[in-house]
């Protein structure tokens, strides 16, 4: 009798050969959420703004443990278990004593403490992520554009191309896979037929122009919180436009009593002095617009920055004024900073304004000095 032949059917677990790549994607994956809940105290970080971002930023994140099962205090039974819908990395048992913060407290105490340290990332990396929920609002295209900008976008794998385009991983997985086919473990003797290449397009997109008026009050009751708070949000605005826009104009505008338009370097660094006369600035970049930027060409965006302190009599003309430059704007951003919540002259009579292009934001500590940015410049939902 003929013996049957026996087939037998394995499987190797390759998920376990893909433990360090996971690990790898769940820290930078911490290290994103690091960022993310980090924003607002890295955008009023001061030795950021006085170097001009051209630096690596340190940002604190907690160690990222082994995986590894925990007794599911909850139920006493069994150890925790997910129901289904569990990912890696997700805590399935809490200890109750483990919950609690150690290493803290006013007394000295005898358990450890958690394992946090610095990762640095580039300045570029935190605008990426600053930046990505962000757009000028009400932004149309114009009649004339000054400037066309191309984008290359990668949309395709092929077996020919230029080494330059070469994808790397892409490549390292075909020569993976036709070694196993062959019985062989690793990568080696990569062959032409192992080469894969990134193909892409250029996109050639209208840039509608844009020009931004930064307005600052810089008279003598704006003490040092007042001046470091309007001076960080210009400087994250600036970065911002200039990042993700090709043909964007910034007029800085300072004022006391008078306005005057300045060099970029000295509007981040021009003294306190004088009274208040809001209206000077405003009626400055009227003038501006008159002279230079026509509305059927032109995104027009006014952002003006003060303490609130105003002379009196002059804030009926401010409102006049900011009127007319509504008519003029795609919008109208006010911001006012107000450590102690106090009554400002200016917000009195700005509450009143009821257009929808007119925006205001009040700033009470550094941290919300983020939060005016996604504020004012807030990506809008697609229709």
Same mark, same amino acid.
């Given at each position: 009798?003929?013996q049957q032949?026996?087939f037998?059917?394995?499987?190797?677990?390759?998920s376990?050969?893909?433990?360090?790549?996971?690990?790898?994607?769940?820290?930078?994956q911490?290290?994103?959420?690091?960022?993310?809940?980090?924003?607002?105290?890295?955008?009023?970080?001061?030795?950021?703004?006085?170097?001009?971002?051209?630096?690596?930023v340190?940002?604190?994140? %907690?160690?990222?443990?082994?995986?590894?099962?925990?007794?599911?205090?909850?139920?006493?039974k069994?150890?925790?278990?997910g129901d289904?819908?569990?990912?890696v990395?997700?805590?399935?048992?809490?200890?109750p004593?483990a919950?609690? %913060?150690?290493?803290?407290?006013q007394?000295?105490?005898?358990?450890?403490?958690?394992?946090?340290?610095?990762?640095?990332?580039?300045?570029?990396?935190?605008e990426?992520?600053?930046?990505d929920?962000?757009?000028?609002?009400?932004?149309?295209? %114009?009649?004339?554009e000054?400037?066309?900008?191309?984008?290359?976008?990668?949309?395709?794998?092929r077996?020919?191309?230029?080494?330059?385009?070469?994808?790397?991983?892409?490549?390292?997985l075909?020569?993976l896979?036709?070694?196993?086919?062959?019985?062989?473990?690793?990568?080696?003797?990569?062959?032409?037929?192992?080469?894969?290449?990134?193909?892409?397009?250029?996109?050639?997109?209208?840039q509608?122009?844009a020009?931004?008026?930064?307005?600052?009050?810089t008279?003598g009751s704006?003490?040092?919180?007042?001046k470091?708070?309007?001076?960080?949000?210009?400087?994250?605005m600036?970065?911002?436009l200039?990042?993700?826009?090709?043909?964007?104009?910034?007029?800085?505008?300072?004022?006391h009593?008078?306005?005057k338009?300045?060099?970029?370097e000295?509007?981040?660094?021009?003294?306190e002095?004088?009274?208040?006369i809001?209206?000077?600035a405003?009626?400055?970049?009227?003038?501006?617009?008159?002279?230079?930027?026509?509305?059927?060409?032109?995104?027009?965006?006014?952002?003006h920055?003060?303490?609130?302190?105003n002379l009196?009599?002059?804030?009926e003309?401010?409102v006049?004024?900011?009127?007319k430059?509504?008519?003029?704007?795609?919008m109208?951003?006010?911001?006012?900073?107000n450590?102690?919540?106090?009554?400002?002259?200016?917000?009195?009579?700005? %509450?009143?304004?009821?257009?929808?292009?007119?925006k205001?934001?009040?700033?009470?500590e550094?941290?919300e000095?983020?939060?005016?940015l996604?504020?004012?410049?807030?990506?809008?939902?697609?229709?």
């Open positions: 009798m003929q032949p026996v037998i059917v394995s499987r190797e677990d390759w376990l050969h893909r433990k360090g790549y996971n690990d790898q994607a769940r820290h930078q911490r290290v994103r959420d690091a960022i993310k809940n980090n924003l607002p105290d890295l955008v009023s970080d001061e030795s950021i703004i006085l170097s001009d971002g051209r630096r690596t340190k940002v604190p994140i %907690k160690s990222l443990d082994e995986a590894h099962f925990v007794y599911n205090y909850n139920k006493k069994h150890v925790g278990q289904g819908d569990s990912q990395g997700d805590v399935l048992g809490v200890d004593q919950a609690k %913060k150690p290493g803290q407290g007394d000295a105490g005898d358990q450890p403490g958690e394992d946090v340290y610095d990762t640095e990332i580039s300045i570029d990396e935190l990426d992520m600053l930046f929920e962000m757009e000028l609002p009400n932004l149309e295209q %114009k009649q004339k000054q400037l066309q900008t191309s984008e290359i976008v990668f949309h395709d794998i077996k020919k191309g230029i080494m330059s385009n070469i994808d790397k991983k892409r490549t390292l075909e020569n896979r036709r070694n196993a086919n062959a019985g062989r473990r690793g990568i080696g003797g990569i062959s032409p037929d192992d080469l894969r290449y990134k193909t892409w397009t250029e996109i050639v997109k209208p509608s122009n020009v931004i008026f930064a307005l600052m009050d008279s704006m003490g040092a919180f007042e470091y708070c309007a001076r960080s949000f210009f400087f994250w600036s970065r911002f200039r990042k993700k826009y090709e043909h964007v104009e910034i007029i800085y505008i300072a004022h009593t008078e306005a338009v300045v060099e970029e000295d509007f981040f660094t021009r003294g002095s004088g009274g208040t809001c209206s000077s405003y009626q400055r970049a009227l003038e501006i617009i008159e002279e230079r930027y026509p509305t059927e060409l032109w995104n027009i965006y006014p952002f920055f003060s303490d609130g302190d009196t009599s002059d804030n003309r401010c006049r004024l900011i009127e430059l509504i008519e003029r704007s795609n109208f951003g006010y911001g006012e900073i450590q102690y919540n106090r009554s400002s002259t200016l917000m009195s009579a700005y %509450k009143h304004i009821t257009n929808k292009k007119f205001h934001f009040i700033i009470r550094k941290g000095v983020y939060k005016a996604t504020h004012f410049f807030a990506k809008q939902q697609a229709q």
